[in-house]
């Protein structure tokens, strides 16, 4: 019988995917107009649709090394240092509920769990070192350390204006609009680009795969670039890095590409992530990502939606195959509310093991840079022996970036 609901649950994803990617490309766009760095002195609205969401301006300015259009940059010394700070705190109350049969009928044990956390500062710090060459940076304060996160420097201009671009470090990967990053809901989404499973994982729903989410980190180099040809512009990555062995001297081994097409507001994005995972060289395991995704604005409704498929080699047995995605719908209530709601599900094929989940989010801007949100989330976790999981919990939040 699972088999059948899940040919219809991904008979229906398709359909709806397809109805996206049909919608014309000619269609109103929502987002909001452009805003970023504090030495332009813009607002929050110019860079972001809703704040951290990107707009298509954000998007540019972002891969053209948090410059202006026509700016080639400044030395580092010839313009004001700023930081940026995003801070956050987190309730949930979560019900949980296990279903078992124990060979006497079905047994359910249930557990309610709360917690309010305080949350991570973000300190970041982005912009040019000097003319054509760009950085980013970002450490993470925690209760007990300070650690460096993100950091990267490009080089900028290779071809003239961003056409093409060298970065090298450390850099977060994802399609400009669709990031774990940068998401609007407090869960996570199910999507798995990376090697890894079971629930509870951190950054997913409650009950969520540990690999999940539409972000992943690269060690490593990456050639990126944009082109503008009038009414539509297309940007683009490629780049390779450490990959997921553990214990190997030969670390090289991950590539990744991806390309975005943005035409009048509505854009299509390509997705390909070579991994090799494993505890050691002696067993290690191909993991390959691929995945497409559109988002979509009309009369002043966002929609993103995402299917991608996983593959992971094992040692012994048939290959681990998992499909993924989301559908999320994004729209203002009033001028400073939105409303977000979206189904996500990650299976993997030939085994009972399936994950979906459903959110709902309640978000109020404040200020362009302060929000405060409610969120309802429902998940369903099977595992491989077919032990049901089920939790619904409500989520609050305030972040604010300064």
């Given at each position: ?392 919990g409500v989520f609050a939040a305030a972040t604010a970036g300064f």
């Open positions: 019988m699972r088999s059948i609901s899940i040919r219809k649950e991904k008979f229906v994803f398709l359909i709806v995917l397809f109805f996206l990617l049909s919608i014309p490309l000619g269609s109103n766009e929502a987002s909001a107009v452009p805003a970023f760095a504090k030495q332009y002195e813009a607002e929050c609205t110019l860079c972001h649709t809703a704040f951290p969401k990107l707009n298509d301006f954000g998007t540019k300015f972002r891969i053209n090394g948090y410059r202006m259009e026509g700016d080639t940059g400044k030395y580092i010394w010839e313009q004001p240092q700023t930081l940026g700070f995003v801070g956050s705190a987190v309730y949930e109350n979560v019900d949980k509920e296990m279903e078992m049969d124990m060979g006497m009928g079905p047994v359910a044990s249930k557990s309610k769990d709360s917690s309010f956390d305080a949350g991570s500062l973000l300190i970041y710090s982005a912009g040019t070192l000097a003319p054509r060459v760009s950085y980013f940076a970002h450490m993470v304060a925690g209760d007990d350390e300070t650690t460096l996160g993100l950091y990267n420097m490009s080089f900028m201009d290779i071809v003239a204006d961003a056409g093409l671009n060298v970065k090298l470090g450390v850099m977060s990967v994802d399609l400009p609009f669709l990031s774990s990053t940068r998401r609007l809901t407090i869960n996570n989404y199910l999507i798995q680009l990376g090697a890894g499973g079971g629930h509870g994982g951190h950054g997913g729903g409650v009950y969520a795969c540990s690999a999940c989410g539409a972000s992943f980190t690269n060690s490593g180099a990456e050639v990126n670039g944009v082109r503008d040809y009038g009414e539509y512009s297309i940007q683009y990555a490629i780049g390779a890095g450490n990959d997921s062995v553990h214990e190997a001297d030969d670390n090289v081994g991950a590539f990744y590409g991806w390309a975005y097409l943005n035409w009048q507001g509505q854009s299509l994005g390509l997705m390909y992530k070579h991994d090799r995972t494993g505890d050691n060289e002696a067993e290690r395991q191909n993991a390959d990502a691929s995945g497409i995704s559109v988002d979509l604005n009309f009369a002043g409704l966002n929609l993103v939606g995402s299917y991608n498929l996983f593959t992971q080699g094992q040692v012994a047995g048939s290959d681990l195959e998992v499909t993924s995605g989301a559908i999320e719908a994004i729209y203002p209530l009033v001028e400073n509310i939105l409303g977000v709601v979206r189904y996500d599900f990650n299976d993997v094929q030939d085994s009972d093991k399936e994950t979906t989940q459903i959110v709902a989010s309640l978000i109020w801007y404040l200020q362009p840079n302060v929000k405060v949100q409610v969120e309802y989330a429902q998940s369903k976790y099977t595992n491989a022996s077919g032990t049901d999981f089920d939790s619904s």
